[in-house]
């Protein structure tokens, strides 16, 4: 379980937290079919969690358990994405 959760809301590619953490879930918005990724390392990274959207999307994904590890930090691309609000501890 993950405990000190914090949160950050991305309306263009950039980085959710400079830091190792655990993403337990995310809160996506968008009103066109795109893509989210998530990539340990910056812009360049590993990609850990890669979601594809559906047009006119909304709503809650919850990744369980403790989480997907990111050992140096939280980078976000997103594609044809509205917002995303990533949560982590």
């Not at 918005?29 to 340990?40: A, P």
């Not at 360049?44 to 890669?50: F, N």
């Not at 979601?51 to 691309?77: E, M, Q, W």
Request: hydrophobic letters at 35%.
């Amino acid at each position: 379980m993950v405990s000190d959760l914090q949160s950050k809301k991305l309306t263009a590619t950039g980085s959710v937290f400079d830091g190792p953490g655990r993403v337990v879930g995310l809160f996506i918005y968008s009103k066109q079919e795109g893509t989210i990724v998530l990539k340990d390392g910056g812009s360049g990274g590993t990609s850990k969690i890669d979601l594809t959207c559906k047009h006119d999307a909304g709503g809650y994904v919850n990744l369980g358990g403790s989480g997907v590890r990111f050992s140096t930090d939280i980078h976000a691309t997103l594609t044809n994405v509205d917002a995303v609000t990533v949560f982590w501890g």
